[in-house]
């Protein structure tokens, strides 16, 4: 890569947020979506039920850097993902998820089912040929290296919202993992249950989380710790 573009790959937004993680149980699931349901705002793009379904495919190099750094609490790390809502594979994301000092980030490109098939395939050169940083970025990382797929996880996610403080609120079930990596584009593809009837509770706002919000998540005797679902899908390499 020429040094203008390796320097347009590596620009990164100053824009980091708060993130904490829980797994409650069923029981404790039920009990704090009535009572979110109650007083924040749904993700519109949710659909009748409340919920949407998330599928990523995560990439990692040979070593597993993503996995041991997340692993060890490695003040500042990354993993790269590809993902996509509901069965639509129309609308695809390429996305990098960093994390400093405690504090969480991302960026995101929109990428074609086409050109997934291509990395699938080990065909990256149209990333290099692009003008989005981030492809540009994620083609050193392929190449440099060797980040390939890892595992895919899927889950059901129901969202919840609250303005002042930019709050998200997210609640994931039914986490699981695809047999083959290469059926990320198949929503009808097999899927291994993950985590058994366990529910991952995230908690993501910018500078600060109205006592309002920080009143609703309290769950009783639970703490909040490292709760990683592709840490969690790893398992069934």
């Not at 990523?56 to 996995?67: G, K, M, N, Q, V």
């Not at 990395?119 to 083609?139: H, I, N, V």
């Not at 986490?175 to 899927?191: E, Q, S």
Request: aromatic residues 10%; proline residues 4%.
């Amino acid at each position: 890569m020429t040094t203008d573009k390796i320097r347009q790959a590596r620009r990164e937004p100053a824009k980091l947020r708060h993130e904490s993680k829980h797994q409650i149980s069923l029981p404790e699931d039920l009990v704090l979506t009535k009572r979110l349901e109650k007083i924040l705002e749904r993700d519109s793009h949710a659909g009748k039920d409340g919920t949407y379904r998330v599928t990523s495919l995560y990439f990692d190099t040979p070593e597993d850097r993503a996995l041991r750094e997340k692993t060890e609490g490695v003040n500042r790390r990354e993993k790269f993902r590809l993902r996509y809502y509901g069965t639509d594979t129309g609308w695809i994301r390429l996305e990098k998820k960093y994390k400093v000092n405690g504090l969480c980030g991302k960026q995101s490109a929109p990428i074609s089912a086409a050109q997934v098939r291509r990395l699938l395939k080990g065909e990256y050169r149209f990333l290099y040929e692009s003008d989005l940083p981030l492809f540009l970025e994620f083609y050193s990382k392929l190449t440099g290296q060797g980040l390939r797929p890892k595992t895919i996880v899927c889950y059901d996610r129901e969202a919840f919202l609250y303005r002042p403080g930019n709050v998200r609120i997210t609640l994931d079930r039914r986490v699981r993992t695809g047999l083959r990596r290469t059926d990320f584009l198949n929503p009808d593809a097999a899927f291994v249950e993950a985590l058994d009837r366990v529910t991952v509770l995230e908690v993501k706002y910018d500078e600060f989380l109205p006592e309002t919000v920080r009143m609703a998540v309290q769950v009783p005797g639970r703490q909040a710790g490292a709760c990683s679902k592709y840490v969690l899908c790893r398992r069934f390499d």
